[in-house]
């Protein structure tokens, strides 16, 4: 039984992930569109934040 529940919870959550970073990538490609390829972007190093996103997720799910 603590089986099942982990693995609906793994795939619930997996589902969950699919979903937002498909709205995420779809979202700003409809809206800019070709803008986004020409777009200067000046704070790079803000990228490295998005290391943090697993352990958020993690911790927010399983810890």
Known sequence: MKNRRTLLRALTVTAFVVVVVAIGLVYPALTRGDELLRARYEGRYFLFGL?????????????
């Open 51 to 63: 290391l943090l996103v697993p352990l958020l997720l993690w911790r927010g799910t399983w810890g």
